[in-house]
């Protein structure tokens, strides 16, 4: 071997070694984004039951009952806060006192920055039509929400809510048949 072929090797070999060490100093920058934050239904807010206007709170009286069986997130971090894209999964059942062969449904979604500390809400309207002989119908909501980088940076206290956005009625019913009085 001779001396220019040597050096051509040890530059051959230096240049090798930097794009090894640039690459690995890139592995930093590159690092993986963080989850997508937690996504909730309070549990009194995941179900409702709509009755007949003026009627009572037994079933021959029920229109319709909503659920709410699942909100599945996806996400895109950014400097200025994350993009969230939010599937709400609602299903209606047709009850016996239904008429209009239509589930009129009022949603939302939230965002809680802390327990209870609710900085964003959303209230959306559905019509779930029962068509044909279907006595149950689901669809999902496809939303896209917009959550600014809290003055902190940091989003671990965020959680993703949603749910039924019920009347005081619907909301002391859902008590009642959840926790019944002795």
Sequence with gaps: MTHSDFRSRARRSVALVLVALIGLSACGLNEPP???PPAAVPKP????TT?????????TEVQYSTQI???????DY?????ELEVGVRIVAERGPADRDRVAKISYFVAVEQGVGNITAKQVYDLSLPFEGNKRRVGTI???DVFVPRPPDGNFA???ILGGLQLTPEQLEYNQRIVTPRN
């Excluded at 807010?45 to 409702?48: D, E, I, R, Y």
């Excluded at 009755?51 to 079933?59: A, E, H, R, S």
């Design 141 to 143: 909501e496809v939303l």
């Design 69 to 75: 069986t699942g909100i599945q997130l996806t996400c």
């Design 51 to 59: 009755f007949t206007p003026g009627g009572g709170q037994d079933l």
């Design 34 to 36: 963080p989850p997508c």
């Design 45 to 48: 807010l995941g179900a409702g």
């Design 78 to 82: 950014g400097d200025a806060g994350v």
């Design 157 to 159: 206290a965020l959680q």
